[in-house]
């Protein structure tokens, strides 16, 4: 079958009544936490992976995805009102759109937002759709040895793009892969490390140190923070339409930012952050009223938010063919995926094309949904800034605990009362991403090494027992010592991206001062 064919089936999967209510479902989600500061996709991923393991895998999967394309759409809305970016992404989005909404043109700023997101989406997820057959094809080719370095490529990735250190990186990571040492051998069936604890045979949960790790941690550091912001919503004042001198400066920005966005999320080099900065930069070159920037120059807007939605979409080109995250939330989509059984990479495409297939077009049609939801719901979607932070971590705090105990049985004594031995591991854990936070170390390399370490294992094992332990094995081929090479890359590239991309927006900002 060629592309248009898969996509097509795909499609019929996704316009199913059930999916298409997860998708629906998802983006609403997303936009919200987007809109809400401090509550991002990756978070709300997290928080749902216990209460959907016994749900439909493919509807899940969907509302996921869901969550993270509404998660890029809803941070605009608190960067332009607010000056309050919902995700980091969306910071760049600030600087401009603010100054527009205060100008009395947030809707203009919010039109171009979303429909650069729309735009972006669509040609970003064709991208997905085209260039996903060509790399699982290539993988395919993949032994032991390769996929061991393509596992030391994912370690590099998470632990230089993650973070502003490569060292705490490294040491986030090491945490994680000691954690997946726990529990019984897969090659020897020895235990390892469970301290003669049998719920600790089976290992440590994805799900329960993703939940602790994003939003018990989360928590804590909200509440041990005690800030409080004057913060100030601008009116959207006048059309929220856009006039046709800004459908004529925006229109190639929204082209220029997916050009940006979408290789830049499918490589190691930090996501939409960086891509949405590097836009931000080329757009003040390209245009024609670079006097504006800084004052409230629509294109600043424009540019940005099709850069970080396109990166998202680029995001899923390496976590779906590879099983290689290269965000927050594609690791903990990627532990969604394996709480079903599923592996992301070449095989899945070949033993779940339905499921991976209905994802990529729900894609589609969550993009669609989207554009739908943001311009006529902007009322209700700035209506969610006036919750009490209090309030809203509290339920984030009783979802997470109730969730984990109803996804695990498993309890031990504490005196006379039985309690969940999940919901003890979930403190401690909750505790660890507090601590995390709280000294400047990255959350996302731990569940990566916690999910990628006992297959890199596996990996390096079998390599060496098919050479009778010759170490050479793991770059006998050209496979190996590329991927080799390019996680030492990995380290490099996030630094120099990032440096760039934010040198240049601080002497844009420097200027605009002047």
């Known amino acids: 079958m060629n592309t248009f064919e898969l996509l097509g089936q795909g499609l019929l999967t996704a316009l199913q009544w059930s999916n298409l209510l997860y998708a629906l479902i998802g983006v609403t989600l997303g936009t919200a936490v987007g809109v809400l500061p401090g509550i991002g996709p990756a978070l709300t991923v997290a928080l749902l992976l216990p209460v959907t393991y016994r749900l439909d895998p493919a509807g899940s999967l969907i509302m996921f995805a869901g969550i993270y394309y509404g998660g890029m759409y809803g941070g605009s809305t608190t960067s332009i009102l607010l000056n309050t970016p919902g995700e980091s992404a969306s910071i760049v989005t600030a600087l401009e759109g603010n100054k527009m909404a205060r100008q009395g043109r947030g809707g203009p700023a919010l039109g171009t937002a979303a429909i650069g997101s729309f735009i972006a989406g669509l040609v970003a997820t064709l991208g997905l759709a085209f260039i996903a057959p060509w790399v699982v094809q290539f993988a395919l080719s993949f032994g032991p040895s390769e996929y061991f370095a393509l596992m030391l ?218 554009l739908v939801l943001n311009l006529p719901l902007i009322g209700l979607w700035v209506r969610l800034l006036t919750i009490p932070r209090p309030w809203l971590y509290a339920g984030i705090l009783t979802f997470a605990t109730l969730g984990t105990i109803g996804a695990s049985a498993s309890t031990f004594m504490v005196g006379p009362l039985p309690t969940s031995f999940e919901l003890g591991l979930l403190l401690m854990f909750g505790l660890l991403g507090y601590m995390l936070r709280r000294f400047g170390y990255p959350i996302a390399p731990v569940v990566v090494g916690l999910i990628l370490g006992p297959m890199a294992e596996r990996s390096l094992r079998q390599a060496l027992q098919i050479s009778q332990g010759d170490p050479s094995v793991l770059v006998h081929s050209w496979i190996s010592i590329v991927l080799i090479l390019l996680a030492f890359a990995a380290v490099l590239v996030p630094m120099i991206l990032r440096a760039r991309g934010k040198g240049q927006m601080l002497a844009a900002m420097a200027g605009d001062e002047d």
């Open 153 to 370: 490529l994912a370690f590099m990735t998470v632990s230089a793009a993650f973070g502003e250190s490569t060292l705490r990186g490294l040491t986030a990571l090491f945490i994680g892969l000691a954690l997946g040492l726990i529990g019984i051998d897969q090659l020897t069936g020895q235990t390892r490390l469970a301290m003669g604890t049998p719920n600790l045979f089976d290992g440590i949960s994805v799900t329960t140190l993703a939940v602790a790790l994003f939003a018990i941690g989360e928590t804590i550091a909200v509440v041990a923070s005690r800030t409080a912001m004057d913060e100030k919503v601008e009116a959207i004042k006048g059309s929220v339409w856009m006039t046709k001198e800004d459908w004529k400066r925006s229109w190639k920005s929204w082209l220029r930012g997916t050009a940006i966005g979408f290789p830049i999320g499918a490589m190691p080099a930090g996501g939409a952050d960086v891509s949405s900065f590097l836009s931000y930069s080329a757009e003040k070159q390209f245009s024609k009223h670079p006097e504006e920037f800084g004052k409230g120059a629509i294109e600043g807007v424009a540019g940005p938010e099709a850069a970080n939605n396109a990166s998202a979409a680029g995001t899923l080109v390496p976590l779906l063919t590879l099983g290689l995250p290269t965000t927050a939330t594609a690791a903990i989509m990627l532990a969604g995926f394996q709480q079903f059984g599923l592996q992301p990479g070449p095989l899945l495409f070949v033993s779940n094309a339905t499921l991976v297939w209905g994802l990529i077009a729900s894609l589609l049609v969550a993009n669609f949904m989207l």
